[in-house]
T-cell receptor, first 115, second 113 residues
Framework: GEDVEQSLFLSVREGDSSVINCTYT??????LYWYKQEPGAGLQLLTY?????DMKQDQRLTVLLNKKDKHLSLRIADTQTGDSAIYFC???????????????FGAGTQVVVTP | DAGVIQSPRHEVTEMGQEVTLRCKPI?????LFWYRQTMMRGLELLIY????????DSGMPEDRFSAKMPNASFSTLKIQPSEPRDSAVYFC???????????FGEGSWLTVV
């Protein structure tokens, strides 16, 4: 199947690091993504990683990819109250006529940052 | 640059009515996606287009749903007749061909009563 799995909830104290985990199933996925959704808003692309990379860092965000275990994680350093949101992991699913394919999303992880 | 533009942002309609959701992709993007988000099912891909041609419509729930893309800058998602279980947020997204990033609109929040 095409399942992307994430834990549903994460509580973190302001200033601490938060780590959101995700597992995916399609070993041929070319890109893996992290999107952020704030209440009442659309999905904002946070970062992505190409499947031939192990790590990508972008300011406070660090993405780690373990292809062997099909495990993706997003680490947010110095978590702020503005980071409270739902975070979605997504993998690209290639199609026969479209190698870039569509995105398969996880259920989302609700991150709550407490003062 | 303008992002993906969706309208209406919010709609409340009565069961049985026709609903039309609209999307303008980012200029130059040749892929357009329609997603639906509900609490129960999360984010589901309904259909996507490449160069105005539907590539995968396997996510379209049933015959009450239809989507069109008459030109590169406009797409519609129509529900006729609408039912309360269609209540959801409908997202449109677009991508430039061989690029790797899909950009989402702000969503159309549909409530069918």
């Amino acid at each position: 199947g095409e399942d992307v799995e994430q834990s549903l909830f994460l509580s973190v104290r302001e200033g601490d690091s938060s780590v959101i985990n995700c597992t995916y199933t399609d070993s041929s996925s070319t890109y893996l993504y992290w999107y952020k959704q704030e209440p009442g808003a659309g999905l904002q692309l946070l970062t992505y990683i190409f499947s031939n990379m192990d790590m990508k860092q972008d300011q406070r965000l660090t993405v780690l990819l373990n292809k062997k275990d099909k495990h993706l994680s997003l680490r947010i350093a110095d978590t702020q109250t503005g980071d409270s949101a739902i975070y979605f992991c997504a993998e690209s699913i290639s199609q026969a006529t479209d190698s870039w394919g569509k995105l398969q999303f996880g259920a989302g992880t609700q991150v709550v940052v407490t003062p | 640059d303008a992002g993906v533009i969706q309208s209406p942002r919010h709609e409340v309609t009565e069961m049985g009515q026709e609903v039309t959701l609209r999307c303008k992709p980012i200029s130059g993007h040749d892929y357009l996606f329609w997603y639906r988000q509900t609490m129960m099912r999360g984010l589901e891909l309904l259909i996507y287009f490449n160069n105005n041609v539907p590539i995968d419509d396997s996510g379209m729930p049933e015959d009450r749903f239809s989507a069109k893309m008459p030109n590169a800058s406009f797409s519609t998602l129509k529900i006729q007749p609408s039912e309360p279980r269609d209540s959801a947020v409908y997202f449109c997204a677009s991508r430039r061909g061989a690029g790797n990033t899909i950009y989402f609109g702000e969503g159309s929040w549909l409530t069918v009563v």
